[in-house]
């Protein structure tokens, strides 16, 4: 079956722009997750969802980031006001209970 | 979560077996002991889990010590292919709440 698509795969844009990445998990799952992952370390956990709600948003760095699930499926992640620092991979995750599945990530890159 | 400790990296050899360490004195009753590992450019995927009794499946076995302060996730025959990044990571039982990646180890399989 389909695992998690995300999507654009890469994306360019300049300072100050907004960005909106997104996020179609595996059908059924309950839990969606947002990771971003800066080259040679380990993912950073940024925010995740139980259906629509949005459980925990500690990880988002600051005020610009953002993430919906409106209707417990598709999310999107917005990035407002791009900066050079917020460049990196962004990781979406899903899990129906204990195993989270990834999907292949959005390459971001802010020039 | 509670913290996990594992080597930077090590090395094996091709259709040898591979026992990679992970220190987690801090754990508590409810932690579960997950591993995920990251081919090169992939994102992460669910490898093993478990509580207190060693657990096998068809990637990998845990080895789980008896006051579960440390783990052992061992790869019986290890390939090319299993050449990524092993993380090790506490998660309370029960709960959807997201991963807590950290430097995880780099395994490096020679031929």
């Known amino acids: 079956g389909a695992g998690v698509s995300q999507s654009p795969r890469y994306k360019v844009t300049k300072r100050g722009q907004d960005v909106a990445l997104r996020c179609d998990p595996i059908?059924?799952?309950?839990?969606l997750y947002w990771y971003r992952q800066a080259l040679g370390q380990g993912p950073e956990f940024l925010t995740y969802f139980n259906y629509e709600a949005q459980q925990d948003k500690s990880g988002l760095p600051n005020d610009r980031f953002s993430a919906e699930r409106p209707e417990g499926s598709i999310s999107t992640l917005t990035i407002q006001r791009t900066e050079q620092r917020d460049s990196a991979m962004y990781r979406c995750?899903?899990?129906?209970?204990?195993?989270?599945?990834f999907g292949s990530g959005t390459q971001l890159s802010v020039l | 979560d509670a913290k996990t400790t594992q080597p930077n990296s090590m090395e094996s050899n091709e259709e040898e077996p591979v026992h990679l360490p992970c220190n987690h004195s801090t754990i508590s009753g409810t932690d579960y002991i997950h591993w995920y590992r990251q081919l090169p450019s992939q994102g992460p995927e669910y490898v093993i889990h478990g509580l207190t009794s060693n657990v096998n499946n068809r990637m990998a076995s845990l080895a789980i010590a008896e006051d579960r302060k440390s783990s052992t996730l061992i790869l019986h025959r290890a390939t090319l292919r299993d050449a990524a990044v092993y993380y090790c990571i506490l998660r309370k039982g029960g709960g959807a709440d997201g991963l807590t990646f950290g430097k995880g180890t780099h395994l490096i399989i020679q031929p």
């Open positions: 059908s059924g799952h309950v839990s």
């Open positions: 995750a899903s899990s129906p209970g204990e195993k989270l599945f």
